[in-house]
């Protein structure tokens, strides 16, 4: 199993929502995927992005220092290739990364 479909699968049984995946090869040379999803409160929001934090650590990938505020809507885990967005719902649709990203969006099934 590839790493994408891991931190995917991963982040789903963590309660992340409407997980998608981008493959960023072609428009960016700082990532090779983006992953975004949403939860529906603040505390799951740093909840998740603690265990996603552990989870690349302990795939010995090393993870940018995350900035963490109490009351932010959205957290950006930077593990080099992978780049994970989470957001609290209502700033996801706000900021419709995945829209403006729509050519780089691939089935999360498609993933091997």
Not at 24 to 46: A, E, F, G, W
């Amino acid at each position: 199993m590839s790493l994408i479909k891991e931190v995917v699968e991963f982040i789903d049984s963590k309660q992340g929502e409407n997980v998608k995946v981008l493959q960023m090869t072609k428009v960016s040379p700082l990532m090779d995927y983006m992953v975004i999803c949403h939860v529906n409160n603040q505390r799951l929001l740093s909840s998740l992005a603690n265990y996603i934090e552990d989870f690349f650590t302990e795939k010995k990938i090393q993870v940018r220092p995350i900035i963490k505020k109490e009351d932010t809507q959205w957290i950006l885990i930077d593990a080099n290739d992978i780049i994970v967005h989470l957001f609290l719902e209502e700033d996801r649709k706000h900021f419709a990364l995945e829209k403006l990203w729509k050519d780089c969006l691939v089935p999360v099934e498609d993933l091997q």
